[in-house]
């Protein structure tokens, strides 16, 4: 049933789904389930994607803000520090107040993995995985897998040398295919399993490094411009870890569909 | 080549190459027993190294001993200049491009720590062709925003390296500017000079072409396909022209840190007017004199060294030649001093040259013109053969679309200059123009010859030029250009 690629995926899958079918909450959109072949596959490794909900938008500053009033250890003065880094909700001016210099509807950033991920159970929901928000993202507003498409590709890469994206209002970036915003143009966002697709920051050696995950790489040519988006997605998530805190990294979250279906 | 010895490749090579070694063998082997294993040396002491930004190095190291050296750089991801009017989001080392030059020595011991601004977009590292260790720095170095990393080399071989960003996708973090050079000097230090400056040839890809203006994406495509919009030095087309151009005086010695970061093209590293006493080949040991070129690889570096004997101005290029007159690969060194006419005269005689006739004499002021009764020709006509006069003389520094060079070449597209004045347009067709001008609000202090052209090939140019690019479609007639020429 659960045909997803990696251990981390499929161990962290077991821990958390309860394999209960909750009812889908305000601001969610379905996903339809489906196969695709990610960055780092190649033709016999296609991965499957159950159907899921997902939020609309990314989790914005007034969100969370009363996620922090309504459970104090995640306040900036409270937090563990093995949970969240020194630059922990470093713009807010005090444990509950987020910074003036942001929009209440902009999306949360400088929250560390720790954090998102328990914002998410609290709310009854779950991050995505790699494969479930690659999955998500791939989609233009007309086509569910737009990877190919140059424009897409263009916009995504044009994104990513844009600054200060994270103060725009959720919303501001292109409606997709399934009815979500925003995975692309306003901040990048965790993922339950960021950790287990590895570049390890001599992006050259990946290339030939013994790893099933990684032999695509190699063959980035001319016609695989789709991937250098993607490339930079990877390779932001390997430079991270858990209890890191970044200014521009937010978080959605998702919820699983009955698996039978 | 970071491992002191490669014996399989040294007994390859050995008897090819030992007859010429033994003639080399004098000059190199005053050098040999200075020279103890870096590894051993004593660290005394620590400094903090001063880092700096294009064209400046940090002051030479002279005689101290190694030290552990402590650099501390900064990553920013900053919108900065290409050339007038265009923009572009560069990914720096430093806040510049290139990234701040690192002048250490041999034995030194360096803690690097690179930091990235919380402000950046993405992950970074550093790769140092100075280092020996795998990947020089790039897995220790690999950074989140927000974040900083810290990992330690020692300096074993002597020479200029090229540091870049490694992080995937390599080519693109390069082609945004992320590329430096880090000097080590061998012990005792370089030997001393009057100047030093830092240059760094690279390649940008953008999705407009040329020129085109406003603030300009990256373009992966033309990346891979190595179709250069712009090679510039220090990173943008004014980098060593107008205000950024490198000074002299005369009789001083220059020495010149070039490096090339690439991602793709290699230079063919020239300074017009000069000949390069020495060449350090690669940035490494060998010195090679009176060198005209010297190819710089991407991802590769070379000192040269010249004394600069008489005043002017020196063109530094790519003479890959296209690249310094249509992409921007061209600086200037401005010498100043007294003239030396011993080392360079200047014109002595001007004159035509008939290769059919009798050598050089001198060409009486109006006397081929006054002669020419010009049939007038039809604005249709005139365009037409504007066109072909355009492209075979006004071209190359004009441009194909009359834009020019910013503060080299001026334009003729929408030229408040050009349009003022249709006389004074056709005196200096005819007659050349030197000395200060400026042209929609840019100065320009350059050299056009004067051209030796037919009335009517005048009239056919600067119509075809009126007619064109929004100038205000002024008519020239052989009349008019005769009158001009006349006047004289």
């Given at each position: ?69 309504d459970h104090p250890k995640w306040r900036k003065s409270k937090v563990l520090k093995l949970y969240a880094d020194a630059s922990y909700l470093a713009n807010w001016e005090n444990d509950t107040t987020f910074s003036k210099d942001f929009l209440p509807d902009a999306p949360i950033t400088s929250v560390s993995w720790f954090a998102a991920k328990s914002y998410c159970e609290y709310q009854g929901k779950r991050l995505p995985t790699v494969d479930e928000w690659e999955y998500a993202a791939m989609a233009d507003a007309v086509s569910p897998d737009a990877r190919k498409k140059e424009d897409y590709n263009k ?107 | ?239 060593l022209t107008g205000d950024n151009a490198l000074t002299a005086n005369v009789g001083e010695t220059i020495r010149l840190f070039v490096g090339n970061g690439g991602p793709n093209l290699v230079s063919s590293f020239h300074v017009i007017g000069e000949i390069f006493d020495k060449v350090s080949v690669e940035g490494g040991s060998m010195v090679n004199k009176n060198v005209q070129t010297t190819l710089i690889p991407a991802g590769g570096a070379a000192m040269v060294e010249f004394k600069v004997d008489v005043p002017g101005t020196l063109v530094l290029v790519d003479h890959s030649i296209f690249r310094a ?164």
């Open positions: 049933m659960n045909s997803f690629y990696g251990k981390i995926v499929t161990t962290w899958l077991c821990l958390i789904i309860p394999l209960t079918t909750l009812a889908q909450q305000k601001n969610m959109v379905l996903v339809k389930g489906g196969e695709f072949i990610p960055l780092y596959g190649v033709d016999s490794a296609t991965v499957k994607v159950n159907s899921f909900f997902m939020d609309v938008y990314p989790v914005t500053n007034a969100e969370y803000q009363q996620f922090v009033i916009y995504i890469l044009s994104w990513y040398e844009t600054s200060n994206t994270i103060k725009n209002p959720i919303g501001s970036t292109f409606k997709n295919y399934w009815g979500i915003y925003d995975l692309h143009g306003a901040a990048w966002e965790w993922t339950l399993d960021f950790n287990s697709v590895l570049i390890s920051g001599e992006s050259r050696k990946d290339v030939d490094k013994d790893s099933d995950l990684f032999c695509g790489s190699a063959a980035v040519g001319a016609s695989d411009l789709m991937n250098y988006a993607a490339f930079m997605r990877y390779a932001f998530r390997g430079s991270i870890k858990a209890q890191y805190s970044i200014k521009n990294l937010g978080f959605r979250c998702i919820q699983d569909v009955n698996t039978n279906q | 080549m970071k491992n002191t010895a490669n014996h399989s490749f040294w007994d390859i090579k050995k008897a090819m190459v030992l007859a010429l070694f033994i003639a080399i063998l004098p000059s190199c082997s005053n050098d040999k027993p200075t020279i103890r294993n870096p590894k051993d040396m004593p660290i005394t002491g620590q400094v903090i190294a001063d880092l700096t930004s294009p064209p400046n190095v940090p002051v030479p190291i002279g005689d101290r001993k190694a030290k552990k050296v402590i650099v501390n750089m900064e990553i920013l991801e900053q919108e900065g200049t290409m050339t007038d009017g265009v923009k572009y989001i560069y990914w720096t080392f430093g806040g510049s491009v290139p990234g701040s030059f690192i002048r250490t020595r041999v034995g030194d011991e360096v803690e690097f720590t690179l930091s990235n601004h919380p402000d950046n977009k993405l992950p970074h590292n550093i790769d140092l062709h100075a280092v020996t260790g795998p990947g020089g720095g790039a897995e220790s170095s690999f950074v989140a925003p927000g974040h900083e990393k810290t990992f330690s080399f020692k300096t074993l071989n002597p020479g200029l390296y090229v540091y870049h960003c490694a992080t995937a996708p390599v080519g693109m973090h390069i082609a945004n500017g992320m590329y430096g050079l880090i000097l080590v000097e061998p012990e005792g230090g370089l030997p001393p000079v009057d100047k030093e400056y830092y240059v760094m040839q690279g390649d940008f890809y953008t999705k407009g072409a040329n020129g085109e203006r406003g603030l300009q994406a990256f373009d992966m495509q033309k990346a891979v396909n190595e179709d250069a919009d712009y090679v510039v030095f220090n990173g943008q087309v004014n980098g007159f249509n992409k921007g690969a061209l600086g200037m060194l401005k010498v100043s001093g007294e003239e030396d006419e011993q080392v360079y005269s200047g014109t002595q005689m001007e004159g035509i040259y008939l290769p059919e006739g009798s050598g050089i004499q001198t060409m009486p002021s109006t006397a081929t013109a006054k002669e020419e009764a010009p049939q007038e020709l039809s604005l249709a006509e005139k365009l037409n053969l504007g066109k072909t006069v355009y492209q075979q003389t006004c071209f190359a520094c004009h441009q194909p679309e009359g834009q020019g060079i910013p503060t080299i070449f001026p334009p003729l597209a929408k030229a408040d200059y050009l349009n003022a004045d249709v006389n004074r347009a056709i005196d200096i067709v005819l007659h050349g123009k030197s000395g200060e001008i400026t042209v929609n609000g840019t100065k320009y202090n350059s050299v056009m010859t004067k051209q030796t052209l037919t009335d009517n090939e005048i009239a056919s140019v600067l119509t075809y030029v009126y007619n064109n690019w929004g100038n205000n479609k002024s008519e020239v007639t052989g009349a008019m250009v005769k009158s001009r020429r006349n006047i004289k």
